[in-house]
């Protein structure tokens, strides 16, 4: 009976089986991954449910009613994309845009880039509109390329973090609906911190995350898809074999090019429908849930304000410390900085020592920046006064170490001095 | 400051945020998911690292390493797909299979036709193994098949639960590589309750899944990748623009045409160059090395046996309430089994009063099985002898109540009779 037990212990064999899940604590006010709300954590916690239980039905439901507000939409479709943020991004682009269709694309950083790398896997014809790193398109520089190069799909991000810049989008939506086109933009690294105002930009399909300013972790990626996209995705409908019935029709578009992402297939399993696709995840939709929880019962304008003050208390701080920020202050995502390093110090070894000494994760950067800056946020959970101020002190600590001498006390004295104006 | 508390509750918006996640306690004895190992649920439980710190990536390698015996495999490449079991399917087989190429698929039973239409999708020239739900391919009409149809691929399920049968797999590796042929094995229901015996196969990639023998949540795709197949799909490396460096070198083969399941940066992001691509899903890594810790402790000869008589006990039991099984003995799943639902009584009643009363789950049927059959599940935390006996006490009450009466007592002294001998 006894080795029946799953789990039992044997002493002989515990040197290959590691120890347990034990991370140190550590405050990760880098671009995210940031540390999870404890309540979504403890929702994690919950055991599984049958994947057509009425109550696991019902909490899909309530999952796609959250994130209605989260998305600030109408949108009847509205749910998860089980995977991490990038495979909602792959699921949006490989639904709404047909092999062979033309795909115009915001390059404005590493994430537009993405953008364009996934459209030219699946067969899109690539048009971009190059912006230099740490600046963004005008509503006139959209329309001109619009014009130019006539799209099916435009798709950008709104705040990418690899620059820290957010793209404006009122008047986006309007703008491609006149011209006929379709718009899709990833909101991975603002969902939560800043407004994603799906309906008022007029955005027919927008992707995220959860592990940045919704406070979860990096495995689930929320949609929302207008009934315009809706409607064009499902042209291309598809029913799996084997699960075919009489009443299933197919729709006359170019059959979308994977199952996993066949967003036609995702939403008839969200449906009254219901009809079996990928096993939703279980923990993973139990910390969407609540994390949008947390978000609605704070309060969206609220949590706005609480990203918009940890960002200017971060940025104050920073330049009280004689350092500079990069890309332009008008676009500045509000939940994360890019500052500078400083000639004199090793970029690399002050992250180790805030690590080693503090515990404190603040980001490295990619491509042309790697090197030249940091990236620091202040998101979700961490967005929080105390945090700020303690990233600050860290920081001022370390440099001063590391030979660079920001003038005494300056930093966390502008960063209050943001908090008491607020 | 107040107002600065994320979560913090406003009695005025409480009734459009739902409850806290508060799922009923259930059995789950269906084809999976099931109930989750209450120590992968407690490891979910703890905080995010940084993406690239090293704990972070430390808990990935020695995932890798614990998957490698979950795999029973020496193979380098044993890591994780961030997505629900079929997400590891696609990601297998569009890094695999060419567009253009060959594929050829042994279809006998639902998840046979979707290896089938995966490939489809992907471009491949599909080529099938067409065998009769309930049975299984033997060796000699694999061998003929290849022979065939020369594929550049072969694909098969070990155990399909949509018929519960498991396809032997003894020779078929060494039958493969004989015949020029890259192999792949989907097993998602087996992984963790069968021996999924990778080397001895000789099979070149296989998947798997958390939420059926592994005892974990869905959400995360075990995967493992022979040298042979890994330089196969090293041959279709794509370095993502924006971390693309002097030193990366691209492959001269076919772009594979999805990013997010583009094993070849996957592979590099597990590898010691850290190639930046998604960012993990930390809490599911999480789960998935909490679940195999589980397994390799408990020692696999003996969780196999665990799972050999928790199936031949609800067998037992089953028969001797004078129900028939479906299939065939000599090829059934140990942890999932196949029985016809008896003509007095309406399968979904019973289902809903097994619910109902006793908050027990067992599973229904797809495709040409729905109606005809139920599958009663034994997998991972819930191939215990007190679970089997449970569930064949309760399905003995429901169907007497429901007017099919088994012979009094029968079928839990049958499952004790399995377990005294066992």
Same mark, same amino acid.
């Given at each position: ?287 969407? !849930?609540?994390? +949008? =929880?947390?978000?609605? $019962?704070?309060?969206? &304008?609220?949590?706005? %304000?609480?990203?918009?003050? #940890? /960002? ?36 690399? !070894?002050?992250? +180790? =020592?805030?690590?080693? $000494?503090?515990?404190? &994760?603040?980001?490295? %950067?990619?491509?042309?920046? #790697? /090197? ?51």
């Amino acid at each position: 009976m006894s080795g029946e037990r799953p789990g039992l212990g044997r002493g002989k064999r515990r040197a290959r089986v590691f120890g347990q899940i034990d991370p140190p604590h550590r405050l990760l006010m880098g671009p995210g991954p940031v540390n999870v709300h404890p309540r979504v954590l403890r929702a994690m916690s919950a055991d599984m449910l049958g994947q057509f239980d009425p109550e696991m039905t019902g909490y899909m439901n309530e999952t796609m009613a959250l994130y209605r507000r989260v998305f600030m939409t109408e949108n009847r479709w509205t749910l998860l994309v089980d995977g991490t943020a990038r495979a909602g991004i792959e699921a949006a682009l490989v639904s709404l845009v047909e092999p062979g269709a033309r795909l115009l694309v915001v390059q404005a950083g590493r994430f537009g880039l993405l953008l364009s790398e996934i459209g030219q896997r699946i067969g899109a014809e690539i048009r971009t509109l190059d912006i230099p790193w740490g600046e963004v398109a005008t509503l006139e520089q959209i329309e001109a390329a619009i014009v130019a190069h006539r799209p099916q799909v435009f798709a950008a991000i709104h705040g990418d973090t690899s620059t820290t810049m957010a793209q404006p989008l009122d008047g986006v939506g309007a703008l491609c609906r006149r011209h006929g086109v379709l718009s899709y933009v990833d909101a991975t690294a603002t969902l939560g911190g800043m407004a994603v105002a799906t309906d008022a930009w007029g955005v027919d399909v927008v992707t995220g995350g959860l592990q940045k300013c919704m406070g979860g972790p990096p495995g689930s990626s929320p949609i929302t898809i207008s009934d315009r996209a809706a409607a064009h995705i499902m042209k291309r409908r598809h029913v799996e074999a084997g699960i075919r019935g009489a009443d299933l029709d197919e729709g006359p578009g170019a059959l979308i090019r994977s199952n996993y992402f066949d967003l036609a297939m995702i939403m008839e399993y969200w449906s009254e429908k219901r009809l079996n696709h990928h096993t939703e995840a279980t923990s993973m939709l139990y910390a969407a !849930r609540e994390a +949008a =929880r947390v978000m609605v $019962e704070e309060g969206l &304008e609220a949590r706005f %304000a609480r990203h918009r003050a #940890a /960002g200017a208390a971060m940025s104050a701080g920073l330049r009280a410390m004689g350092l500079t920020l990069y890309g332009q202050d008008a676009c500045r995502m509000t939940n994360v900085t890019g500052v500078y390093i400083p000639d004199c110090v090793d970029g690399e !070894r002050v992250r +180790a =020592r805030m690590r080693g $000494e503090f515990e404190i &994760e603040i980001g490295t %950067a990619f491509g042309p920046l #790697a /090197g030249k800056i940091w990236r620091i946020g202040a998101m979700g959970y961490n967005a929080m006064r105390h945090k700020v101020l303690i990233t600050l002190g860290a920081l001022d600590a370390v440099l001063r170490a590391e030979g660079y001498v920001p003038p005494a006390g300056a930093a966390i004295e502008a960063a209050r001095a943001v908090y008491d104006r607020s």
